[in-house]
């Protein structure tokens, strides 16, 4: 039936004309289904294919890092940065990196980055410092999406890194004209396996590897430095750069090559971001010289993921004063523990007596070795794996900043700091883990729970230190958290306790995490 202004059914065509009744995976099997169907199909599959590769590459290419900062300073000298997938960061700012060359397969790519006011010509200050961590990240993810096609290698990657450092100077000085300070910075940035580097100033970035294995026994770590401490005057091009721009280079204290500018300043920082009183023209103050770069030194690694390099460690100048071979002693001692190795090299650097108003900021990133297990598992299998219930047995010290800093075992408040509780739990976890090497697990088939009975040195200390009331059960139940589940985990003790947790197979040490409750060290019995 139709009527004056109205249409014919005869005219109207559904999207199913033709295909009524017909089950989806028919019309695939004829090559029937419409085009619009099939390109969603196409897409979707795509789609999947894309975040399959995405996590096989997270799956072998993982790291572990974490931060600690120590120091009674008056403002935040240190600033630091940790994108673990700046892929991510890339998409929410809409900005399109490259995807061919070192950059195909998605390639995992994260930074670790630290900018220290410390590191400067003028004096500490906070300013330059906060500036370029909150404005690094668009400029680096700008200057890699401006990569030719065709140009995605190494040189192009170092490049965008020189570039922008150049650009975080300009921003200070140009954009910022409060901003009369200045600040050294150290960057790291992972594509898959290849290490970029960049460091400007007294910062200090380290490549920790492994040591040579002479039959039974392995020498200890190399620490190898990237920057190679250019806080001194120590290059020959940046002496010749000051003596051209007008500069003059005298002996100062403890042998540091030092020199001045027009306003009767000395300094002996040889590179830094900011500093406007060292930039001549570039800094807009009248009568000043340019005698200090921006430029940091570069590098590229191709990296032995866990097996020869094992970790990245990222430094503020008065960390760097410490010697990195006992940086590198305690990474191993520590070994896949961030937290627990970044705060005790910064705890170390904090106890010298010229750091005493110093601000030591460490951060520490562990190369995961390749599980290829990862890989192989369906991912039905891995959810499944995800979703079981672990048991834990734990250590936890409370201190002052907890939801409830008193002590149940011994029915007194808490006044500790969380420094300090971290620093007991440091030395705990490492009278543990040096047991844990003396003892022999049962060998051929896995250990059962039976095998990781409380040993002598864990009853002993969560006896003297847990201030929960697991501390007082009995026999092999001390300590012991029972059954968890996921969410139990999460809703209990929060989101980064519960992925910490799931990381360790039985028998192993957790490092140092932080809950509601306080910071706890912990071992997975089952």
Not at 70 to 93: F, M, P
Not at 164 to 186: H, T, Y
Not at 189 to 199: I, N, R, S
Request: aromatic share 6%.
């Amino acid at each position: 039936m139709s009527g004056g202004g109205g249409s014919s059914g005869q005219n109207f065509c559904s999207s199913n004309a033709g295909f009524s009744g017909t089950p989806l995976w028919k019309l695939k099997q004829q090559g029937q289904l419409p085009n619009h169907f099939q390109a969603a199909e196409e897409a979707k599959a795509l789609q999947a294919q894309e975040q399959r590769e995405e996590e096989e590459a997270a799956a072998t290419l993982r790291v572990v890092v974490d931060a600690v900062s120590l120091g009674r300073v008056e403002y935040n000298l240190v600033r630091h940065l940790i994108v673990k997938d700046l892929r991510k960061v890339a998409a929410r700012s809409k900005i399109s990196l490259p995807t061919t060359g070192l950059f195909e397969n998605k390639a995992p790519l994260q930074l670790f980055a630290l900018f220290d006011g410390q590191s400067s010509a003028e004096g500490p200050g906070p300013m330059a410092a906060e500036c370029c961590a909150k404005t690094l990240l668009p400029k680096l993810l700008r200057n890699m999406s401006a990569i030719p096609q065709g140009y995605e290698n190494a040189t192009f990657v170092k490049a965008c890194l020189k570039k922008a450092f150049e650009d975080l100077d300009k921003e200070v000085l140009r954009n910022q004209p409060s901003i009369q300070d200045g600040c050294g910075g150290a960057v790291a940035l992972l594509v898959g396996e290849k290490l970029f580097t960049a460091v400007c100033g007294k910062c200090e970035l380290v490549l920790i590897e492994a040591g040579q294995r002479r039959g039974v026994k392995q020498d200890p770590c190399k620490a190898v430095s990237m920057g190679s401490h250019q806080g001194s005057w120590s290059i020959p091009e940046d002496q010749k750069f000051l003596v051209d721009n007008g500069g003059m280079v005298f002996p100062g204290e403890n042998g540091k090559l030092m020199t001045s500018n027009p306003q009767g300043h000395t300094t002996a920082v040889s590179r830094s971001i900011g500093d406007r009183a060292w930039k001549g023209s570039m800094g807009g103050l009248p009568g000043s010289l340019k005698l200090v770069r921006s430029v940091p030194e570069t590098r590229y690694t191709d990296l032995s993921w866990a097996e020869r390099h094992v970790a990245l460690m990222l430094t503020s100048a008065p960390v760097s004063q410490i010697p990195t071979d006992q940086a590198s002693v305690t990474i191993a001692d520590f070994e896949q523990k961030p937290r627990a190795a970044s705060g005790e090299i910064a705890s170390r650097a904090a106890t010298v007596p010229q750091n005493g108003q110093a601000q030591c900021t460490t951060i520490v990133a562990f190369f995961v070795p390749k599980d290829d297990k990862l890989i192989a598992e369906p991912a039905a299998k891995r959810m499944k794996k995800e979703a079981e219930s672990v048991r834990l047995r734990h250590i936890v010290v409370r201190h002052q900043d907890c939801s409830s800093p008193f002590d149940p075992v011994r029915n007194v408040p808490v006044s500790r700091s969380a420094q300090e509780a971290e620093a007991i739990l440091r030395q705990a976890l490492q009278e543990l883990i040096l047991e844990a090497k003396t003892i022999k697990l049962p060998a051929g088939k896995k250990p059962s729970a039976a095998a990781f009975q409380p040993t002598p040195k864990f009853t002993s200390l969560c006896k003297e230190l847990s201030e929960c009331n697991t501390a007082q059960k009995g026999g092999g139940m001390i300590g012991d958290l029972g059954w968890l589940q996921p969410d139990e985990l999460k809703s209990r003790f929060g989101p980064a306790f519960s992925e910490a947790a799931k990381m360790l197979n039985p028998g192993q040490w957790s490092d140092l995490a932080t809950s509601e409750m306080g910071i706890h060290i912990f071992q997975r019995i089952a």
